[in-house]
């Protein structure tokens, strides 16, 4: 990314809600740049954004703004813990194609979920039931040695119970990781390793007990947050999501240093919605330096 250091908190989001995925990247960069952002998630799709059009317009661009993440996109037929042999090692190989993105572009971070899909469980119910652990287990092992062997810090990222993921909790996701990797789960908890999570606001307010002691207790090895406040809806400013600010103002004073990213897949969050849900997460980190 040629040499683009920021010593504080970031501020990205990914691009891959209906409004924006497929558009120009060039026009979507400009766009950030304006708007204020200091990142952009680009996301691993072979046909919109592949790697030729990536290596060609991203230099251009890495002195006003920077690449925080190589987004995994998820579906049916990229399913980890399908019971059906391909389609899991489809997505293993789309896995290490989005390794091999940030690898080529210097990025340094991917992610994998292991999310699986409503469609696939009620179909292969009986099929899946006792499997997945395993599933995930050997996936993870391939797609480890594969980022370690490029450079790439591989993510892995707890997913809100409205999905549907064998990886609800930071707690699961380290007990995962650190089984497949043969590494005792202190030390992996250390960091200072190949490893780590992407975080998700709204996930934990959902799934831990605690969201902010959990994102005390995980902060060493995460590297990258996603944040909403509902459903897919970016709207800080509704008495419900006080909870965006407590957390923001938490990482602020661990001096977290990696990328806060707005995910949304609802088709309502336009491009636009992005410059008043960034003024709004900058006026919280403003608030923590200024009480």
Request: hydrophobic share 35%; proline share 3%; charged share 25%.
């Amino acid at each position: 990314m040629g040499g683009f250091i920021l010593l504080f908190m970031k501020f990205s989001s990914c691009i891959t809600n209906p409004s924006m995925f497929g558009m120009p990247l060039e026009r979507i960069l400009e766009i950030f740049i304006e708007y204020g952002f200091n990142a952009i998630d680009i996301p691993g799709d072979q046909d919109q954004y592949p790697i030729n059009i990536l290596k060609n317009i991203i230099p251009s661009y890495t002195d006003k703004i920077e690449v925080a993440e190589i987004t995994s996109m998820m579906n049916p037929e990229r399913d980890l813990i399908h019971p059906n042999q391909k389609v899991r090692r489809s997505a293993i190989n789309y896995i290490k194609y989005c390794i091999d993105v940030a690898a080529e572009l210097d990025v340094n971070l991917t992610h994998m979920c292991f999310l699986t899909f409503e469609e696939n469980l009620h179909k292969y119910k009986n099929q899946i039931e006792g499997r997945q652990h395993t599933y995930a287990i050997e996936c993870i092992k391939e797609c480890a040695k594969y980022a370690e062997n490029l450079g790439v810090k591989l993510l892995m990222e707890p997913l809100y119970n409205g999905d549907i993921s064998i990886v609800n909790t930071s707690e699961q996701a380290v007990n995962l990781f650190s089984e497949a990797l043969n590494m005792d789960k202190n030390v992996f908890m250390e960091g200072n390793h190949n490893y780590g999570l992407l975080q998700d606001i709204f996930h934990m307010h959902h799934e831990e007990n605690n969201l902010i002691k959990t994102i005390e207790r995980f902060q060493p090895i995460t590297y990258h947050m996603h944040v909403a406040d509902h459903i897919r809806s970016l709207d800080f400013t509704q008495e419900d999501s006080k909870f965006v600010k407590e957390a923001i103002k938490k990482l602020e004073g661990l001096d977290y240093l990696g990328s806060i990213s707005f995910e949304s897949f609802h088709k309502d969050v336009t491009i636009k919605t992005l410059r008043k849900s960034l003024n709004q997460l900058k006026s919280f980190r403003q608030k923590c330096h200024h009480p």
